[in-house]
Each structure stands twice: as C-alpha cells, then as structure tokens.
C-alpha cells in the first residue's frame, strides 16, 4: 500500500542512519518520510544564473560567479586571522574571504581549477568581496539541473555534526525519487476545483523542487490555505456547536436603569463608536443564546462607560452583574468610576477584593447571595473563591491585556462548564445547593474587554469563536500624545523638560525594563536609578513601584503617586497595566529599544488622559537594529492602535505577541503566518464558512476527508474546546 510508505521511518532512505536519523528527530521532529516531506525549505535560492564580477554590487542578495582562484594570501592573528583567496573570471577578480576553516579551505581548494562561487557580496575595505561563499564545481548535477535551489533550516548540533542544508536536500530529492506515485489529496475535490488549487502531490514537490518562482507561490499557496482552512473548520464547527446549545437569559426590555442614566446622568455624549458596539451587544443578549462577546478597543476610548451601560440593561432585566479586574488597584479604579456614575441611583455597587475581610466580606458575599448588590467589582482570585450570585446574568472581563489566552480560557471552562464538566463552576466550585444560578442554563452572558488592538485575522484565530466588537473611535477633544525618540546622552534636556512639566502642575512616569536579572544586558537598574533620580530632583517627591515588590507595597507606593503625593512615579512595566491618573502628562521610557511594540503603545495610553497637551519621550541606545529603529519611528508617527498592531504582527510574527505566547496554542503551522497571511486567514474562514453551512456535520460523501481530519485534530487538541 503506497499511502502507509509515508509512515516509513526515516531510515529507510539511503544515506540516513541510525545515528543521522537520531539527529534528524532530536532537532527537527523528523521520524518518517512523511515528517520529512512536510520539513519546508525557508528559502530558495535561483542558481539559474551566473554572474559576471563587474555586474556584483553591494547588498545584492546571493549570487553565483563562474572562475578560478588565482592567489591565496593570509594575514592577521588569533581573532583577525583571515585567508583571503583572488577569484578570477576572466574579466576581473573579486576578494574572497575566509575567517574560519582556514586550514581546511587551504587544503580542499585548488588554484587554477574552475568553480562555481556562491555568495552574497558585500564591501569591505572599499573592495568589493565575499565572504565564506559555497564552492561547487561546475559539472556538480544538482546545480546543472537546478534552477531554483531549497534551502532549510538547521541547528548548531546540526551544523556540527556536518548535516547542512545541503544534506537534507539530498534527502528530500531522494525521497521523491522514491515517491514514485501519486500523493494522495487531503482536501475535497470541489474545493480544490472551487478555489483553483494546486493538487497536493504537486505542491509538495514544488514547495520543495519548484521549477519558477510562480509554481512555488501557487504550492506555498495551497499548502498554507490548508493548514488554515483546517484549524478554522475545527473552531467554526466548535462554535456552532456550542451556539445551539447556550441558551443565554433574554434581556428583551431595556428599563427604568439604563433609560434613567442614559437621559439624567450621562456626563458626556457616547461617541457613535461606543453607540453601535452597545447594540452589538444587547443584539446579542436578547437573542436567547448565550453572549460571547470580544470588546476591543484602544486605551482611552471609553470601555468602562460601554461595560457600565451594559451591565444597567442586565439590571433592568433582574439579574446581578460582575465585572472583573486584573490588579485591586484597578478594581478599586472602578469602583469609585462606577459609584459616582451611579451616585444619584438605587444601584448597589460592591468591591471584593483580597483585602476585603471580616464582617465587611460577610455583609457583601450576604448581599450576592440575596440579591441585594446589583453589580460586584473584583479581581480574578476573588471570584474564583467561593462566591455564590442570586442571579448572575452578566460578566464582564476587564482584562487590559494581562490575561493570557490560556488563563482565559481557564476561566471559560469554570465559567460555562465547558468541557462537559457542567458541573464544575467559578463560582460555587463546591458546587452546593441553592441558591447556586450559575451552572444551570441559561448561562450569564460573557464579555471580554481588551485595550490590546489586536488584528482581525488574529483575531479570528486567537478568539476563535468570540464575536467581536470594536470601539474605533476616541471621545473627542483628546489630544494626541506627542512622540519623540532621542538618545541617551540628552540627560539634562530631559531634565528640564520633567522640571517644566511639574512646575506646571502635572506628573511624570519614568519606566525602565527590568529589575536586577539584568546581569547580561546593560540595563539601568529601578532601584539605582530611584536613588540617582533623588539626588537629581530633590525638590520632588518619587514614587518606585517594581515587579520585586509584594502586592500591597506595591499598591501603596501606587496610591502616592495616584492622589498627587508624588510628583514622579520610577517604575518597571508594572504600571503598563491601567491605571488612570489624567494628570500626569508625561511618559519617559528608558531603553524604549528593549520593549515592544504593543508595550511601548501601551505604556503610552498612561498619558494623555486629560485636557493638557502630553508627551511620551523614548530614550534608547545610539546602537538600534533596523527593526528597531521601525518599531521607535512607528510609535513616533501614530497614536493609532490598530495601525501599531499590524505592524508588530508584520515585524514580530504573531508568535511574540503577548497573550498568544503564553495561551500555548500548537496551531502547528508550518508554512502560514497569521501576520503576513492574513487574506490566505480570511479565504480559510470564509471556506470553512460555506462547507459548514451546506453540510453542518461533514457527512456528505465528498467531506469525508475533512470529517477524518476533524477527528484527528480533536484527538491532538483536547483543549481545543476550552480556547477557542
Ligand atoms: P478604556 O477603554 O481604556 O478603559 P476608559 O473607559 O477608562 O477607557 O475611558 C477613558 C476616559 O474617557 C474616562 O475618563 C472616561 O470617563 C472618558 N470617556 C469615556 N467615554 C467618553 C465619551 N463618550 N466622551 C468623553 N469622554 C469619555
Ligand atoms: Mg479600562
């Protein structure tokens, strides 16, 4: 049976034995001839070409030259030891340039015999040269045949050992000397007719052995759509599942609380944004299903109001409301935003945190119980304890960007019992008797608010089968944060610019990366730094707030700078999470090279809050990457976070963004890239849509390909349920 051959272990192709095959599984997961077809190269190289030495320029990408060495000569010690080889190709000779391997080289390569040079060129000296370039010799078949050349990836213990990218070319290309039939398709042939797909077969061997730059775009193509398609099958068909069978509390009528507050107590117009994703929701709502909503929107554009009038409808309906913080200094934030939105109306608004004790907890986890507190502010641990509702019909999570996918998706399976485990619950764990409301259907609706713009494709994956809303609108009259980058050796300029800014009244935040590990990287220390900064501005007062310091500490030194007592606030990226003190207008990042994007944007979003015109100041290194000096422009030219979202994707890749590191998703996409293939994300959404649709449980003869892969993939991914 052909198929089974691509089970066969990886030794059963010549040249790789046991101890070639040990490695090959250590460092890049291969086992069988199947593991190795879907190994891809990274890159290919066009060897169709050869050039001539007066065509090289500087900065080309790499090219092959035909000629001979002429000379040798060797110059320098130790470190700066070099070999320099006088590459001749009748017209003109080139530099090539070896500073390892000399010994080797010296023997290995003759002069006056032809070869075929492979390099990249570069300048040194003011000549043009290369350096460690390949060398092949002309008649080599691989390169007679070969146009466009695969290159793949391997590791130190790899390159050690001698296996190179050139090695495992040779695998590859005797394996599908071996693959003599025809590949077996995975997908269904009306999709593959539907979308112009390239056949299977045919994109494996040209993801590998592409003949033209096009054929391998159409294999990569195909092979990445797939990976996409699949994963997005899997979170659809999940979704509606589980769409039938939440049924969510109605909120049908909007009442007394949300009509009152709304006409008498408003203190500002909802901005058109804030208007459409509150209908959004209470769509949602009243729809008899279960909410499961994904609420984004940048820092600053009015979540808490929108999650306040959201939770108003949930009263008018009957139903007790929580809404969730990251931090207590966060839920404490909301507690006095809440009470003097609320001040004038019959709402009991209460806080459970850690250092809620004693009588005071009693009185509250009294009033859950009985009904009497409309709407309860806490933190995560608080809630998971045992807090039993009267009548919980709304939960919000406020989570800025902290949460990780993964501890979300913890809290969905407590939350709704997913899993099948109905039984298991947030908020009566134990599970006791009445009055326990929240395993029982209908289900308290779910929103998810995030500060973290986070784009759509991603999102789509990420979220999986959250609805998302988006507030993309800031209320007016903000005025945009001003942005400058400059160097670190301005230390006085910045020091007036901090003194002018408190003589007028305002507040300053200076934020460093790290604390103490930071032994390798140069980095300014917190802690010295408070002490310097001292000595610097002795006529104010600092707060210091690290990740060392205990909760409480950390909390007080916090409130300082929260009531004013402060005037300077030194801290670590403790302080990206929300906190809200709109008088503080500037925001000083030190070594602003060695944070993110999205926590650079973050960050930011500290400032800017109130009517006064703020600054965000980036003090780096004189020495950036290219990268990094993108990632310091971007922030410098838009406040706008969807736009800072992208491009993080585009220059990081979706595996570095926070959240997604930690949420431990083996999406296993070998090819795809969620951030630059975002289109190849939408097709495959949209696919899966309409296979869905016609065939809601794949049992159509043509999808039993997808019904097996569907089942494999659930095998693999038991938590799938629980994160998407
Ligand atoms: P975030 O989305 O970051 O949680 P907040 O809800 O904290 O933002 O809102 C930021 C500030 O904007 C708050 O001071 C809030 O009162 C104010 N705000 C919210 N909505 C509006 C609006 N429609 N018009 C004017 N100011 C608003
Ligand atoms: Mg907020």
New binding site residues.
């Given amino acids: 049976m052909v198929n089974s051959d691509l089970l066969n272990a990886i030794t059963y192709l010549p040249g790789i034995g046991p101890s070639r095959a040990k490695l090959l599984e250590a460092e890049l997961g291969i086992k069988t001839w199947r593991d190795l077809l879907y190994t891809f190269p990274y890159k290919h190289i066009d060897r169709s070409r050869l050039y001539k030495i007066r065509e090289l320029m500087p900065d080309m990408p790499f090219v092959q030259v035909l000629g001979q060495f002429r000379s040798f000569e060797e110059a320098g010690q130790g470190r700066k030891h070099r070999l320099t080889g006088h590459f001749w190709d009748g017209e003109m000779f080139l530099d090539v340039t070896w500073f390892q391997g000399i010994s080797y080289i010296k023997q290995s390569v003759k002069i006056g015999k032809e070869y075929i040079l492979f390099g990249r060129p570069s300048v040194y000296g003011g000549r043009l040269c290369v350096n460690h370039p390949d060398l092949d010799s002309p008649e080599s078949t691989v390169l007679s045949k070969m146009s466009m050349q695969p290159y793949y990836s391997t590791t130190e213990r790899m390159k050690k050992a001698g296996m190179t990218s050139r090695m495992l070319e040779r695998f590859t290309s005797t394996l599908f000397s071996r693959l003599t039939w025809t590949l077996p398709e995975t997908l269904p042939s009306y999709l593959i007719e539907r979308l112009h797909l390239m056949p299977l077969d045919k994109a494996l061997r040209a993801a590998h052995y592409p003949t033209t730059a096009d054929e391998l775009a159409a294999a990569n193509m195909r092979l990445k759509f797939e990976e996409l398609f699949l994963i997005q099958l899997v979170i659809l068909n999940y979704t509606r599942k589980r769409q039938q069978q939440r049924v969510g509390r109605r909120f049908t009528h909007i009442g007394e609380c949300f009509n009152t507050f709304y006409r008498r107590y408003l203190?500002?117009?909802?901005?058109e944004a804030?208007k459409r994703v509150i209908r959004e929701m209470h769509a949602d709502m009243k729809s008899g299903r279960q909410m499961n909503r994904l609420l984004q929107?940048?820092?600053?554009?009015?979540?808490?109001?929108?999650?306040l009038m959201i939770m108003l409808i949930a009263i008018d309906n009957g139903c007790q409301t929580c809404i969730m913080a990251p931090t207590e200094i966060l839920a404490e934030q909301h507690l006095q935003?809440f009470r003097s939105f609320l001040k004038n109306m019959p709402i009991r608004v209460e806080l459970l945190t850690g250092s809620v004790k004693g009588k005071r907890r009693k009185a509250i986890e009294e009033g859950l119980r009985d009904g009497s507190i409309h709407i309860l502010i806490g933190t995560h641990a608080v809630i998971e304890d045992n807090v039993q509702f009267h009548n919980l019909g709304l939960v919000i999570i406020?989570e800025q960007h902290r949460f990780g996918v993964a501890q979300r998706a913890k809290l969905w399976s407590k939350g709704q019992g997913a899993g099948g485990k109905e039984q298991e619950n947030t908020f009566c764990p134990n599970n006791p008797p009445a009055p326990c409301p929240m395993p029982l259907a209908p289900y308290p609706h779910i929103l998810v608010?995030t500060?973290t713009p986070i784009p759509r494709t991603l999102a789509m994956t990420l979220y999986g089968d959250l609805d998302v809303s988006v507030?993309d609108e800031l209320?007016?009259?903000r005025k945009p944060v001003r942005t400058l980058h400059i160097y670190d050796n301005q230390p006085e300029q910045l020091r007036r610019g901090i003194i002018r800014e408190i003589e007028a009244g305002h507040q300053v935040y200076i934020v460093y990366p790290l604390v103490k590990e930071s032994e390798k990287l140069d980095l300014k220390n917190v802690q010295d730094e408070y002490v310097h900064l001292q000595e610097v501005f002795p006529q104010y007062r600092i707060s210091m707030v690290h990740g060392q310091m205990k909760a409480s500490e950390k909390d007080a030194e916090m409130q300082r700078f929260v009531s004013g007592e402060t005037q300077i606030l030194v801290a670590t990226t403790v302080i990206e999470v929300?906190v809200?003190v709109?008088n503080a207008s500037v925001m000083i990042i030190q070594n602003a090279e060695r944070f993110g994007l999205s926590q650079l944007h973050q960050l930011r979003?500290r400032v800017g809050?109130g009517a006064e015109q703020s600054y965000c100041i980036l003090v780096s290194n004189f020495k950036l990457s290219a990268e990094t000096r993108k990632r310091l422009q971007i922030m410098t030219e838009t406040n706008d976070g969807f736009e800072i979202a992208e491009a993080d994707l585009r220059l990081r890749g979706p595996g570095d963004l926070e959240g997604t590191q930690q949420s431990g998703i083996a999406f296993n996409l070998k090819l795809a890239n969620l951030g630059r293939d975002g289109q190849l994300v939408q097709l495959a959404r949209d696919t899966a849509s309409y296979v869905l649709d016609a065939d809601p449980d794949l049992l159509a003869p043509d999808n039993i390909l997808l019904r097996q892969h569907l089942q494999e993939l659930k095998k693999e991914h038991k938590d799938w349920s629980q994160i998407s």
């Fill in positions: 203190p500002f117009p909802l901005t804030q929107g940048d820092v600053g554009s009015g979540k808490t109001l929108v999650a935003t406020d608010m500060a507030i209320p007016p009259g929300g809200n709109p979003g809050r």
